[in-house]
């Protein structure tokens, strides 16, 4: 797995838009890249399939933190290994993914999810995978969870404070604390 200091792979995937456009066929498609939103930070974060259980959970609280993450300058991708044509079912016919504000981009090929190492061995889809990227694509922040467990977003928003600080951060720091003196 790429991990902190390793450079985001190259990518271009086909991404279901969030907001309206969205929800409608003639609009909903669009293509993302690892230049795309070029000097901004990236959090991509990866769900196992669409029309399950965890998941949807995870992208609807992302999807409720995507002003705060543009506060900071960031912008939020949703990814998994189902196409572009599943994500926009889903989200049709998904109540709380009718309103997502990200997009959700297919992985269709695993290409992005093998050059990232968060590839099932078993399952062959993306495990919980979660990176903060910085404006010159290097990852600042990799975490993955086991298929069965859900992650915190509001975790991945107190991480991407800490690191946009530039300063010591202690465990459980917030933005606005005190961080650490080097003595």
């Known amino acids: 797995m790429l991990s902190v200091g390793d ?5 271009s995937l086909t991404a279901v838009k969030g907001g309206p456009a969205g929800l409608k066929l003639d609009q909903a ?4 890249s690892d230049t795309s939103d070029s000097g901004k930070w990236k959090l991509i974060f990866f769900w196992p399939k669409d ?18 993450f543009a506060d900071r300058d960031t912008v939020v991708y949703g990814v998994s290994t189902d196409s572009e044509f599943v994500h ?6 998904h109540e709380d993914l009718k309103t997502l504000t990200i997009p959700m ?5 695993r ?12 399952e062959g889809v993306a495990l919980r995978a979660t990176f903060l990227v910085d404006p010159d694509g290097i990852i600042r922040y990799a975490s993955v969870n086991d ?6 977003p509001q975790e991945v928003l107190r991480v991407l404070d800490a690191l946009q600080s530039d300063e010591l951060c202690p465990c ?4 606005g604390e005190e961080t650490l003196k080097a003595a």
């Open 7 to 11: 450079t985001l792979p190259s990518f």
């Open 29 to 32: 498609f669009t293509e993302i």
């Open 51 to 68: 029309f399950t259980f965890v998941c949807p959970t995870e992208i609807v609280a992302f999807g409720k933190l995507a002003n705060d």
């Open 88 to 93: 926009l079912n889903w989200r049709i016919h």
């Open 105 to 109: 981009l297919a992985d269709i090929k």
């Open 111 to 122: 290409e992005l999810s093998t050059a990232l190492g968060v590839l099932d061995k078993k």
């Open 147 to 152: 298929l069965s467990v859900g992650r915190n």
């Open 172 to 175: 459980n720091w917030q933005k």
